[in-house]
């Protein structure tokens, strides 16, 4: 599976931008009822107040453009200059830049100030269009939905996809390295991770398939677990042969015996080996992602034999 991915964060010149002046575009006052109050009628209308010289506009306006963008025509944008517009910015109370204001059905119905963070524009993104999904959300979706079926060519083309609107999607890059671990590709998949910007690293998709990446790479194979039980059958205590077993699990494709395992070696004796079985139950949990089931009960399991 030959995947190139641009991690770099760099916007894509073709793709997901062929309607771009249809979402985002410049207006006035003159130009305020047919930019923005008519077609908030049907479509939700974000209004950017910004000027120039305006710092934080700055930091601002890429942020709401890609999302908007990324929305798929969901909403869209509209680009206020408050020291060529300054009746309009009065008329609307706007007291300091940037303010934004999303319009629906003709009116002001929410807004906000201030270069916030991605994860706000979002949420104010999200209320404006009544949490409907993106298409990049419907395709990370299906993207998923076909990793979890084990079709991972189907979930990397989908992945792809995403990445090609956008190349910094965390979802998108965290699934194509889950695509790689599926399909054995251990050298695509140190590639992207290599690459990717130490932000990027952070993002929790991103960590987390780290996390199954690093896994994948030290687990066992599934055929020594025979071996390993008899071992563990001879001395309880063999902390090493449980680890190793634990390993194999995890290999196997059994998470759920792998954090037993675990949790019973740190039962036994937590600071084996420098907390190796803690540190690796971590790493499992982290792999799994925090909705998991088995993350959930397993860290209230393993909070329970630390704190006892």
């Given at each position: 599976m030959a995947i190139i991915l641009d991690p770099t964060g760099a916007q894509p010149t073709a793709g997901g931008a062929a309607n771009v002046g249809d979402l985002i575009k410049d207006s006035d006052t003159a130009g305020f009822m047919a930019d923005v109050i008519e077609p908030s009628?049907?479509?939700?209308?974000?209004?950017?107040?910004?000027?120039?010289?305006?710092?934080?506009?700055?930091?601002?306006?890429?942020a709401i453009e890609k999302l908007v963008r990324n929305a798929g025509g969901l909403v869209r944008l509209v680009k206020i200059n408050v020291d060529e517009n300054r009746e309009l910015a009065v008329q609307l109370n706007v007291q300091s830049i940037p303010a934004v204001f999303g319009f629906s059905q003709g009116r002001p119905v929410d807004g906000f100030t201030g270069a916030v963070p991605e994860g706000q524009i979002k949420s104010f993104i999200e209320r404006l269009t009544g949490g409907a999904k993106t298409p990049i959300e419907s395709v990370l979706e299906a993207a998923y939905e076909a990793l979890e079926a084990n079709d991972a060519a189907a979930a990397a083309s989908a992945f792809a996809q995403v990445l090609g609107q956008d190349p910094a999607n965390p979802e998108a890059i965290g699934g194509m390295i889950r695509c790689f671990i599926a399909t054995n590709d251990t050298e695509q998949a140190q590639d992207v991770i290599g690459r990717l910007p130490p932000e990027l690293k952070k993002a929790a998709p991103v960590a987390a398939a780290i996390s199954a990446f690093e896994l994948a790479c030290q687990g066992g194979e599934a055929d020594d677990a025979g071996d390993l039980r008899k071992r563990l059958g001879k001395d309880e205590n063999d902390h090493a042969a449980r680890f190793d077993l634990a390993m194999a699990l995890y290999g196997g494709g059994n998470a759920e015996e792998a954090v037993d395992e675990l949790i019973e070696l740190v039962r036994r004796d937590r600071d084996w080996n420098d907390e190796a079985a803690r540190k690796q139950l971590i790493k499992i949990f982290d792999a799994l992602g925090p909705s998991h089931a088995l993350c959930i009960t397993g860290r209230r399991r393993l909070s329970t034999v630390l704190f006892s």
């Open positions: 009628m049907e479509t939700p209308v974000i209004v950017d107040f910004w000027a120039p010289w305006c710092q934080p506009c700055k930091q601002l306006g890429p």
